[in-house]
């Protein structure tokens, strides 16, 4: 069993900054491969970044990419996503989540193949 905790949401101006935190209970946390989602009010939950087990692969959505950074530091059983210059549309509820294995379609994964899922940390950006 795994519990996923996130922390670092709040209220953020936009063009702001935000580091979100989830730290995990897994014994071998190093053998999950790890996700971000969010989910909008009235919006489906959707990827943001994911990370390999290992952390030599990284992924972004569209939507996030060249301002974003997913990590993860095994020894600490944490996975991070800094996220800047931050916009409205950001907005949401952001979920860490963990996948036994690396057992995830890249470089874009569905929420369904994640088995462990956070409480969710709320980020919202104001105009």
């Known amino acids: 069993q795994v519990q996923l905790v996130e922390s670092g949401g709040g209220l953020v101006q936009a063009g702001g900054s935000l580091r979100l935190s989830c730290a995990a209970s897994?014994?071998?946390?190093?053998?999950?491969?790890m996700g971000w989602f969010r989910q909008a009010p009235g919006k489906e939950r959707e990827f943001v970044a994911g990370?390999?087990?290992?952390?030599?692969?990284?992924y972004y959505a569209d939507s996030v990419k060249g301002r974003s950074t997913i990590s993860r530091d095994n020894a600490k059983n944490t996975v991070y996503l800094r996220m800047n210059s931050l916009k409205p549309e950001d907005t949401a509820v952001y979920y860490c989540?963990?996948?036994?294995?690396?057992?995830?379609?890249?470089?874009?994964?569905?929420?369904?193949?994640?088995?462990?899922w956070g409480q969710g940390t709320q980020v919202t950006v104001s105009s």
């Open positions: 990370i390999s087990s290992s952390g030599g692969s990284r």
């Open positions: 897994a014994r071998y946390f190093n053998t999950y491969h």
């Open positions: 989540a963990a996948s036994f294995a690396d057992w995830v379609t890249t470089p874009k994964p569905e929420p369904y193949e994640y088995s462990y």
